[in-house]
């Protein structure tokens, strides 16, 4: 019995052994595991903090870590060139502000600490030239793991030369309505002031012309007064041209679906087309979305002057366009007479650039296309070879 009781226990004894020493190789692969984890996350993290670390100093615009008193404790070195500090030195970011700042400064700092995060703060501050410049500081709290606040974070970024494109870009548009409404004003001084003495120069030189011929049927008095007459018949062209290039953007007419097929027979309908000039429309018209009355301007100017120097026989014009992509359709005008010379192409577009002395040519028709384009966004061209023709490009949106 007792025999048998010690073969149990040695029996026992030997399987724990057995079990200590497999317990023991299994501990022991496990710690080299372990260890090999330890020393690919140490690994990892100084891999992480030398990404961090290049990071940090390649960062373009000035970061700064500061404690909770303002008392920077690290900055890149975007930070130090414009602060004018070392990355060792120490300094509190109120030394920095602009007198007339710091209260508002201080209420941010306040509202910052109460949410935790600031963005779009601006303020001016020296930087390390002593020179008196806008930033914009976009700010945050760093927590530590207990959730108590233990360091303030922000990128600046100098605003300066932002703010003063800005104010020149407002003073710009400011001198432009100014003017504008000097030019609104001299075509009302225009209309007023000129229409009328010219209306009572044509009806004087009228009557003279009357009285005269009565006297004497020389030829040379006769083509005198009509070269005044036309004169003063250019001159009314003119003032009336002025006026629609100074109101051309001044009247707004309720944007709507336009036909520009029936825009465009109104016009061949309204003008005056010798029997001698074939118009072609080789394909229907698009429906557009504008202002009608600016539309009609524009089409009409440019079917005039193509009608006008078509060839004095067999004169053409053709009205196309095509789609050049998905926002904008290309309408040609062209006609088939004596062109224009490349040295013209973009003087044509001129306000009172006119490249005959047609007595009806005021030189404000193109201009006034030009504007009418501009106010769509498109964009206008002429191509011409001399003897051949001239063709007027220009775009237009294609509605949404």
Same mark, same amino acid.
């Given at each position: &019995?007792?025999?048998?009781?010690?073969?149990?226990?040695?029996?026992?004894?030997?399987?724990?052994?057995?079990?200590?020493?497999?317990?023991?190789?299994?501990?022991? %692969?496990?710690?080299?595991?372990?260890? %090999?984890?330890?020393?690919?996350?140490?690994?990892?993290?100084?891999?992480?903090?030398?990404?961090?670390?290049?990071? !940090?100093?390649?960062?373009?615009? *000035?970061?700064?870590?500061?404690?909770?008193?303002?008392?920077?404790?690290? &900055?890149?070195?975007?930070?130090?060139?414009?602060?004018?500090?070392?990355?060792?030195?120490?300094?509190?970011?109120?030394?920095?502000?602009?007198?007339?700042?710091?209260?508002?400064?201080?209420?941010?700092?306040?509202?910052?600490?109460?949410?935790?995060? =600031?963005?779009? =703060?601006?303020? /001016?501050?020296?930087?390390?030239?002593?020179?008196? /410049?806008?930033?914009?500081?976009?700010?945050?709290?760093? !927590?530590?793991?207990?959730?108590?606040?233990?360091?303030?974070?922000?990128?600046?970024?100098?605003?300066?030369? /932002?703010?003063?494109?800005?104010?020149? /870009?407002?003073?710009?548009?400011?001198?432009?309505?100014?003017?504008?409404? %000097?030019?609104?004003? =001299?075509?009302?001084?225009?209309?007023?002031?000129?229409?009328? *003495?010219?209306?009572? &120069?044509?009806?004087?030189?009228?009557?003279?012309?009357?009285?005269?011929?009565?006297?004497?049927?020389?030829?040379?008095?006769?083509?005198? !007064?009509?070269?005044?007459?036309?004169?003063?018949?250019?001159?009314?062209?003119?003032?009336?041209?002025?006026l629609k290039y100074a109101s051309i953007d001044k009247i707004e007419h *309720?944007?709507?679906?336009?036909?520009?097929?029936?825009?465009?027979?109104?016009?061949?309908?309204?003008?005056?087309?010798?029997?001698?000039?074939?118009?072609?429309?080789?394909?229907?018209? *698009?429906?557009?979305?504008?202002?009608?009355?600016?539309?009609?301007?524009?089409?009409?100017?440019?079917?005039?002057?193509?009608?006008?120097?078509?060839?004095?026989?067999?004169?053409?014009?053709?009205?196309?366009?095509?789609?050049?992509?998905?926002? =904008?359709?290309? +309408?040609?005008?062209?006609?088939?007479?004596?062109?224009?010379?490349?040295?013209?192409?973009?003087?044509?577009?001129?306000? +009172?650039?006119?490249?005959?002395?047609?007595?009806?040519?005021?030189?404000i028709g193109l201009s006034i296309v030009k504007k009418i384009v501009d106010? +769509?966004?498109?964009?206008?061209?002429?191509?011409?070879?001399?003897?051949?023709?001239?063709?007027?490009? !220009?775009?237009?949106?294609?509605?949404?």
């Open positions: &019995m007792i025999t048998n009781n010690i073969e149990a226990l040695e029996k026992a004894l030997e399987r724990e052994k057995n079990a200590r020493i497999e317990a023991e190789k299994n501990l022991e %692969e496990r710690s080299l595991e372990l260890q %090999e984890a330890n020393q690919n996350l140490i690994k990892v993290i100084n891999e992480k903090d030398i990404q961090l670390e290049s990071l !940090f100093k390649t960062i373009v615009d *000035p970061y700064i870590l500061m404690d909770l008193y303002g008392n920077v404790v690290k &900055m890149n070195d975007a930070a130090a060139d414009f602060f004018g500090y070392t990355s060792e030195e120490i300094f509190n970011v109120t030394s920095t502000l602009y007198p007339d700042d710091v209260d508002y400064a201080m209420q941010a700092y306040y509202e910052l600490l109460e949410k935790g995060i =600031f963005k779009n =703060f601006k303020a /001016r501050v020296y930087n390390s030239k002593k020179e008196v /410049r806008w930033i914009e500081i976009n700010s945050s709290i760093v !927590f530590d793991e207990t959730g108590e606040a233990t360091f303030a974070q922000g990128v600046v970024r100098d605003i300066t030369e /932002r703010l003063n494109d800005q104010k020149e /870009r407002e003073q710009l548009l400011k001198n432009l309505r100014k003017s504008n409404q %000097e030019l609104n004003d =001299f075509a009302h001084v225009v209309s007023h002031d000129l229409k009328a *003495p010219l209306r009572s &120069m044509n009806a004087l030189v009228s009557w003279l012309q009357e009285d005269c011929l009565e006297l004497t049927e020389d030829e040379n008095i006769k083509e005198n !007064f009509q070269l005044l007459l036309k004169k003063i018949d250019k001159m009314d062209h003119l003032i009336n041209g002025i *309720p944007k709507k679906e336009i036909d520009l097929n029936e825009v465009v027979e109104i016009i061949l309908d309204t003008i005056h087309v010798p029997e001698h000039v074939k118009v072609n429309i080789p394909k229907k018209l *698009p429906i557009a979305k504008g202002d009608k009355f600016r539309l009609h301007q524009l089409f009409q100017n440019l079917i005039s002057n193509a009608v006008k120097y078509a060839k004095a026989e067999n004169g053409e014009v053709t009205i196309s366009y095509d789609t050049i992509d998905e926002n =904008f359709w290309e +309408f040609q005008i062209s006609d088939n007479g004596k062109g224009i010379p490349e040295k013209y192409h973009k003087k044509v577009f001129g306000i +009172f650039e006119t490249l005959d002395d047609h007595h009806n040519s005021t030189g106010l +769509f966004d498109g964009t206008i061209w002429v191509s011409s070879i001399e003897g051949e023709g001239a063709t007027f490009h !220009f775009t237009l949106p294609i509605p949404n």
